[in-house]
């Protein structure tokens, strides 16, 4: 198989499997996650996006608490209204004190936690330092009784929890009826509403001009439950004991600060926070490894074979050799030899030959070896053959002979 067979081959390998992993979370993998996370720009089932739009989308201000900056609550305002939502309130005394002188002013807080916000309410329970009888009540299928508090759907509503596409078992958080009853009514604790008819799902406490209401379940106020008549019903009944001014959002669940960016400035964040640019992501990731792997080592275009490299020189020389040969050129041929005779000469034995032809003589025999009479000969026939113009062929052929002597001679 060629090389371009090879890469076809590999190109159909990869978007075979590309559509067939497409194909294969299309019809097998969830298109949803079912997990509970209570962030405000989550937008699975059970996140608190819708939530938090329709907060957003009044006409009163929203502003957002990061890391618990409650000094940014307005004390000197008496018709605004401070919502957490989220598995647990925390809190130190510092701000529990701050968020009390706020209620006290006449402002409302709204806190759904599946754990009882301690930190705050203990202010209110000299006998105790917590509130007992706080539990989990295992089910799939509960009902929020409405039927005694004011509200605009004073019914039951049914919840129930699912899970992919099945309902399931979950732990739902309540304060027991008959604790109320014989306890915390007397520090003036409001049940609200109730969950399966015998516990407390949501309480709210005077304080001030204002009022504190906890709830117990934060999931009933995630997007499975918002677009469902049920869900709107219930948050409905529980906006119904807010003020209709500005609202405060305690986003405990982000690491935000107040003169940060927006949370979705990282494009990679904007990425995972949907499902198909994330696979889309990580298919670009795998097409680009693939293509280090098999593209990686350098290339270039193949080399053609050339001819082997020829002395061009000899054939030039030989060329030029028969043309003066064939005019006649024989004193012309008869200098050039002369010169390539003194350029061995002192190329070979480092003599200079500029100097007279005597002393020159002198030199080279005393060099090469060779008798002076014969170098004294070869030098005549130099002068003679290259001074004449009608020197013959034979006496070229003699001067030829000369040096060729001379070669074969010299050391």
């Known amino acids: 198989m060629n090389r371009m067979g090879a890469l076809i081959l590999i190109v159909l390998i990869i978007v075979g499997s590309i559509v067939a992993f497409i194909y294969y979370k299309n019809n097998y993998f969830p298109k949803y996650d079912w997990s509970v996370e209570y962030k405000k720009s989550n937008e699975q089932p059970y996140g ?21 900056a409650y000094e940014e609550l307005d004390t000197n305002q008496s018709n605004s209204t401070m919502i957490f939502v989220g598995t647990g309130f925390e809190v130190d005394s510092i ?16 806190i759904s936690s599946n754990y009882s916000p301690l930190s705050l309410i203990r202010y209110f329970v000299p006998v105790s330092d917590s509130i007992y009888d706080y539990k989990e009540q295992h089910d799939s299928i509960v009902n929020i009784d409405f039927t005694k508090a004011r509200v605009p759907y004073p019914v039951k509503l049914k919840f129930h929890f699912q899970q992919f596409k099945d309902t399931a078992m979950r732990s739902w958080y309540v304060y027991r009826k008959q604790y109320f009853a014989d306890t915390l009514s007397y520090y003036n604790y409001v049940p609200f509403s109730y969950l399966n008819d015998s516990n407390v799902n949501s309480f709210y406490i005077l304080h001030g001009k204002g009022k504190i209401i906890v709830h117990a379940n934060p999931i009933l106020f995630t997007n499975f439950y918002l677009i469902r008549t049920n869900g709107y019903e219930h948050l409905n009944n529980m906006l119904s004991q807010l003020h209709p001014g500005p609202v405060y959002w305690d986003d405990q669940y982000s690491s935000q600060t107040k003169n940060s960016e927006t949370p979705h400035n990282n494009p990679l964040k904007f990425l995972f926070s949907h499902p198909y640019l994330q696979w889309a992501w990580y ?16 290339e270039q275009r193949i080399i053609p074979l050339m001819p082997l490299n020829t002395n061009a020189s000899i054939e030039y020389t030989k060329a030029i050799g028969t043309l003066y040969f064939q005019n006649k050129g024989h004193n012309h041929i008869a200098s050039e030899m002369q010169q390539i005779f003194l350029s061995e000469v002192r190329a070979r034995y480092f003599i200079s030959t500029d100097m007279p032809e005597a002393q020159l003589i002198d030199q080279l025999s005393l060099r090469s070896g060779i008798a002076k009479n014969i170098l004294y000969n070869l030098f005549k026939q130099f002068k003679h053959v290259s001074s004449s113009a009608e020197a013959s062929s034979d006496e070229l052929i003699n001067l030829y002979n000369a040096i060729e002597n001379y070669h074969k001679k010299r050391k």
Do not use: C, H, P, W
């Not at 329709?54 to 990061?66: E, G, H, M």
């Not at 990731?285 to 350098?298: E, M």
């Open 283 to 298: 298919v670009f990731l795998i097409t680009i490894l693939l293509y280090l792997v098999f593209r990686s080592k350098r």
């Open 95 to 110: 701000g529990a004190m701050r968020i009390l002188k706020y209620v006290e002013k006449g402002n409302r807080v709204l």
């Open 48 to 68: 608190l996006k819708l939530f938090y739009d329709i907060i957003k989308n009044r006409k009163q201000k929203t502003t957002l608490i990061y890391n618990q």
